[in-house]
């Protein structure tokens, strides 16, 4: 598969995915939206891959934005319905796999970049990262689940101040807010995505995949979370990864997922 606005490989069972426009900042176009939909499909069915890293090109922008060049002259009609194919393409879609991804916010994460690494499951950033959501200083909202995700992960009072004033955090902020999971140097943000991607491997794909959907389940409206975490818990009984895991406690080794 040849794509123009990404790299993807999968190395020791981790898949890259490197939004890769960096004259442009890295913005995402509708091109990149569908590339980064087509690896992440390739990824996840791929079993030899157990976790996904996504970041951006050089060192200065994780994705600064949608690509405001393309985006300029929807009308009303295209807008809502550009809302939503994009977050069925690629933001609920990259929520809801069932491999764990890692965003890895290597610089300045704006608008829908922010909202690409809000659907990821884990953040990190380095220190010279900046994140905001500037939609509205452009005359638009949030269009790619910023306004829910946002909300979710640092309450409905810094979001309200994040989107109205269209203002930019700190990774440092971002990490007291609760936005990115951790912050280090920008040379480590990789190796440390790595560590955070090799702890996660030594445990069940399937019990991940079962945790990330119950989880999932409690930030949807209509759906009972309780509900959904029971019928998956039962269903991890009887699998093979349920039995050597049980096995290899009991026999005092490591599991063999
Ligand atoms: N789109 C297109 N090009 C961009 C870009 C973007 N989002 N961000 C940067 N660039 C380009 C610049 O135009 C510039 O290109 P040249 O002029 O060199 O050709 C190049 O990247 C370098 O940028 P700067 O020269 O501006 O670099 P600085 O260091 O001075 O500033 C900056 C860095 C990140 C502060 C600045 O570039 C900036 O403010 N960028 C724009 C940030 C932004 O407002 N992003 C968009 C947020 S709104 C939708 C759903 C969702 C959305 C849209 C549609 N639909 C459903 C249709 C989401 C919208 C957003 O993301």
Not at 111 to 139: F, Q, T, W, Y
Request: proline fraction near 3%; hydrophobic fraction near 40%; aromatic fraction near 6%.
């Amino acid at each position: 598969m040849d794509y123009k606005n990404i790299l993807f490989e999968s190395k020791n069972a981790i898949a890259y995915i490197t939004v890769n426009r960096p004259k442009q900042l890295n913005a995402l176009n509708a091109e990149t939206i569908v590339e980064l939909n087509t690896a992440i499909t390739i990824a996840e069915k791929d079993k030899s891959v157990r976790c996904m890293i996504i970041t951006g090109a050089k060192n200065k922008a994780f994705i600064a934005g949608a690509d405001i060049k393309e985006f300029a002259n929807h009308s009303k009609k295209e807008g809502e319905e550009l809302a939503r194919k994009g977050q069925e393409l690629l933001f609920d879609m990259l929520e809801n796999c069932g491999t764990p991804s890692i965003a890895a916010i290597n610089g300045f994460a704006l608008g829908g970049g922010l909202e690409l690494a809000m659907a990821c499951h884990i953040r990190i950033a380095s220190d010279n990262a900046k994140m905001g959501l500037p939609e509205v200083s452009l005359g638009v909202i949030p269009g790619y689940g910023g306004t829910q995700r946002l909300a979710n992960l640092v309450g409905k009072g810094k979001a309200m101040e994040m989107i109205t004033t269209a203002g930019m955090i700190s990774a440092d902020e971002a990490n007291k807010w609760g936005l990115v999971n951790h912050i280090c140097q920008q040379e480590e943000l990789i190796p440390t995505a790595e560590k955070i991607a090799s702890k996660i491997m030594r445990n069940s794909p399937m019990a991940i995949a079962s945790a990330i959907k119950s989880v999932n389940a409690g930030f949807k409206t209509g759906v009972d979370g309780f509900e959904v975490e029971k019928k998956e818990f039962g269903n991890c009984f009887g699998t093979t990864e349920f039995q050597e895991g049980t096995t290899a406690f009991l026999e005092k080794r490591k599991p063999n997922f």
